[in-house]
């Protein structure tokens, strides 16, 4: 066998065995924040304004995505409240305990089209202002 193809071998080897791991992990929680510390309104609007929209087109444009959008209704309304104040914008979600990646990704996915139950299920919340 060449060193190459060892090291090759040895690469996929190690590559197995990472998915492995990864997919025996029990993830537990998670929790996103953006807080306006006092200049965040005006560099979006001065983003929008090189793109020639204001913020009221915006949250037009982001209210008429979110009545198409696979998203539980408590973060609808927590993008909504965030786009009119601008302000702050929470998102967590804790895990079912006792379950590993794979078996999470499996129920994520036979969810798929249903995102209030699936809101539930990773016990998602989110707040806006």
Known sequence: MSPLHRSLEQQLQQQTLLMQAISELEPRS???????EG?????????????????EQMQ???EMQLQQAPVSDELAQAIRDFTQGLG???VSASLPA?????????????????????AEFINLKAKGE
Not at 30 to 36: A, D, R
Not at 100 to 115: D, K, R, V
Request: glycine share 6%; charged share 15%.
């Open 98 to 118: 006792g379950q590993t990646m794979t078996e999470i990704n499996q129920q994520i996915f036979t969810l798929m089209g249903q995102p209030n139950e699936l």
């Open 88 to 90: 702050l914008l929470t």
């Open 60 to 62: 037009q444009m982001v």
């Open 30 to 36: 998670i929790e996103i924040k953006l807080n306006n």
């Open 39 to 55: 200049e965040f309104k005006a560099l979006v609007e001065q983003v929008l304004s090189k793109q020639g929209m204001t913020l």
